[in-house]
């Protein structure tokens, strides 16, 4: 695992170093093991002397992971005031691996200065690098997530070389063998048995030989057929002569024969490795070094196609840096993968990024406790739970060693309710970075594992509630906290009804709900009578039209049609404008009584106060629009005072109000004013209106009387 950058530097010095010694050609073919022990016996003849042979071997022990030993060598090199360019960079990536921010921050800023032009600055962008590497780091060293760890100690497994779940639930990984000589590793694919805790494990059978490592496996279930890497072998080539060159397989499980295939895509002079098919078996994600990517190794895809594979498609900016990316894993419409770049912890980092309408959006970093300051990578998750396998080297910074870690992570139990009701709401649908949604069940609750230091979007929608969406910036335990109890507001149809001369509010009137079929009719739903306060309401699904029909006695009938909301937002916000209130209009009809309770007069007088003006001009509009009738307009009042002068005084109100209408262009002639005092009191107990003015209140009024 490098970076771009360091394996451009390494070359160069590995070029221009060729022939020092037999060492060299393991050097160059990758084969550092290899030639990390030959080095070591040429620096203690040389007595360490040979600066070029200490470089390679400190090189040889990072690439092996055997850090300590490889910082140790470089900062002897940098006080020996060999400032080469590889020397800055490397120490500033193992100080960095080792925690040490300050420090590596120096041998970034020392390298900017000494080592890059202005063209390589621009690529190189220290400052890019500083917030990135030692500034993320340092302000997220503390933010961890409730994910459970726990080492898997898989028999035969002590480096990470990747893993799949197959059909059945057991593991498919990679295991090491040993020369007889320990002076190389030999690797091969085996089967850990689920039964066991993956504790069994059983070598893989391949029916054609194959070369000496096969790693980094990709099962898909839908074609069972199996990915992996291998190296490409060549028999007329001796062991210290080939080069380390990776090409990806594929073998169909369930062909007699289980020969492994060549896949077409691959060049035989660059590096294709790490595998990994998509949840459809239609995408193949893998990485390589080959030319025209951003980085050193980037994360590239082909599609299935029935001919094969389609071109090779670069997974873009938003996964690959000018660093090194690695160990892809594809589960759903997510990308997970490790690398060097992004904001990151140190070494390598898991990441993932989620893909909208095709593209892939910008990757966020798993967080600690998965990620750390060393290497970590290999990531995947278990079919059908909330765990996962990860691989990272944090327990072995002298040793080319790996632990693979079991991550359980945190399960959401919680309650979605109705908001006014509190009552529990099932099957809601909930929604989490546009992922596959799921439902709550019959008492509203639901579950859900999740990684907490993510960027995470939740959306809950339901037909007969206002869609609602949750979004968190490294969700943390207080945000778990506040989805103990999801409320939803419920999509109501609302509206009042009132009287459209005096304004007041109608109860008892019948409110009936329709709702549209998608067979274009109206099929009734509900029915209803209105409040106190002439409020009416209806809980309904808002991806459907309704029609309320208001109907109350000696009133005129009304019918609103309601759009359904995204639908004509227009007419659905004045559809709704009109029936909050409501004006119902009389119905036309011999004898009708229209009963006025809100025309004043200044105390013990017949003059018209002026808030009663409204009131009349409404009276006056009832009659502009039913030209043909005529009325007669009574005053009324209490038991209060003489009858005689209660007589008059009701008979001079009902004059002036007359006047006031004749006045707004009102024919006199269609106008009978008559004043009836006590004669005709609604609340005839007269004791009962001494004591309370509410009841006598109600004898004061205006009539009008259809003739």
């Known amino acids: 695992m490098k970076n771009l950058l360091l394996m451009v530097l390494i070359i160069a010095y590995a070029t221009s170093a060729k022939g020092q010694s037999k060492a060299n050609n393991y050097y160059e073919a990758g084969y550092y093991k290899e030639a990390s022990i030959i080095f070591e016996k040429e620096i203690k003849k040389d007595k360490g002397n040979n600066k070029m042979l200490q470089l ?238 951003i980085g050193g190794f980037d994360v590239y895809y082909v599609n299935k196609t029935n001919d094969g594979w389609s071109e090779i498609k670069n997974c873009g900016e938003h996964i690959n840096t000018p660093f090194d990316e690695l160990t892809p894993y594809s589960k759903e419409e997510t990308l997970y993968f490790s690398s060097y770049g992004h904001n990151n912890y140190g070494g390598s980092d898991i990441f993932k990024s989620q893909t909208n309408k095709g593209e892939f959006l910008k990757a966020t970093n798993l967080g600690q406790p998965i990620n750390s300051c060393m290497n970590d990578f290999s990531f995947i998750l278990a079919p059908d739970s909330g765990e996962g396998l990860f691989t990272s080297d944090r327990n072995h910074k002298d040793e080319n060693k790996d632990d693979v870690y079991k991550v359980t992570f945190p399960v959401i139990k919680r309650l979605i309710t109705d908001e006014r009701s509190k009552d529990p709401i099932s099957d809601v649908s909930i929604l989490f970075n546009d992922e596959t949604s799921f439902l709550s069940d019959d008492q509203g609750k639901w579950t859900k594992q999740i990684s907490l230091g993510t960027d995470t979007e939740i959306t809950f929608d339901h037909p007969y509630y206002n869609t609602k969406t949750l979004k968190y910036k490294n969700l943390s335990i207080e945000n778990l906290n506040e989805l103990k109890l999801v409320s939803l507001t419920p999509n109501l149809l609302i509206g009042q009804v009132k009287d459209d001369i005096t304004g007041n509010t109608l109860k008892g009137a019948s409110v009936s709900l329709y709702e549209k079929t998608k067979n274009d009719k109206w099929e009734l739903v509900e029915v209803k009578k209105t409040d106190g306060d002439g409020k009416w309401e209806f809980h309904v699904r808002k991806d459907r039209t309704h029609k309320v029909v208001l109907e109350k006695d000696n009133y005129l009938t009304h019918n609103e049609i309601i759009p359904r909301k995204n639908e004509n937002e227009k007419l659905r916000n004045e559809a709704l404008t009109r029936i909050n209130p409501f004006l119902m209009k009389y119905e036309v009809k011999k004898d009708l009584i229209i009963q006025i309770d809100n025309i004043y007069f200044d105390f013990n007088s017949s003059y018209i106060r002026e808030e009663s003006f409204p009131v009349l001009d409404k009276v006056k509009n009832f009659l502009n629009e039913n030209p043909n009738i005529n009325i007669e ?52 107990d007269c004791e009962l209106q001494k004591r309370d003015d509410k009841e006598a209140q109600k004898n004061r009024r205006v009539e009008v009387k259809i003739l």
């Open 633 to 684: 307009l009574s005053a009324h009042t209490d038991c209060i005072g003489k009858d005689n002068y209660n007589l008059w005084l009701s008979d001079r109100r009902a004059s002036r109000s007359k006047k006031y209408l004749v006045e707004a262009g009102i024919d006199p002639k269609r106008i009978k004013a008559k004043g009836y005092g006590e004669q005709k009191m609604i609340v005839k």
């Open 56 to 293: 390679k071997l400190a090189d040889s022990y990072f690439h092996l992971k055997k850090f300590e030993s490889s910082i140790k060598l470089y900062e002897d090199l940098y006080k020996r005031s060999i400032k080469d360019s590889i020397v800055l960079i490397r120490l500033a990536e193992l100080k960095r691996m080792f925690c040490d921010f300050d420090e590596s921050q120096q041998y970034y800023s020392e390298y900017d200065d000494v080592f890059l032009s202005k063209q390589n600055k621009a690529k190189f962008n220290f400052e890019k690098i500083i917030e990135s590497k030692i500034n993320f780091p340092q302000s997220n060293i503390n933010t961890s997530s409730s994910a459970e760890l726990e080492i898997l100690k898989l028999p035969q497994v002590d480096k990470g070389m990747g893993y799949t779940f197959l059909g059945n639930g057991d593991l498919l990984g990679a295991i090491s063998h040993k020369d007889k000589e320990a002076r190389s590793t030999f690797t091969t694919l085996g089967v850990f048995n689920s039964a066991s805790d993956f504790q069994q494990v059983k070598t893989f059978s391949f029916n054609k030989e194959t070369s000496f490592f096969n790693a980094f496996p990709s099962y898909c279930k839908q074609s069972n057929t199996l990915y992996f890497t291998a190296n490409i072998s060549d028999k007329r080539l001796s062991f210290k002569e080939r080069q380390n060159v990776l090409q990806i397989y594929s073998i169909n499980l369930s062909s007699e024969d289980n020969e492994p295939e060549l896949l077409s895509f691959n060049m035989p002079d660059y590096n294709f490795t790490h595998p990994a098919i998509s949840d459809n078996g239609k995408r193949l994600y893998f990485v390589s070094n080959k030319p025209g990517g």
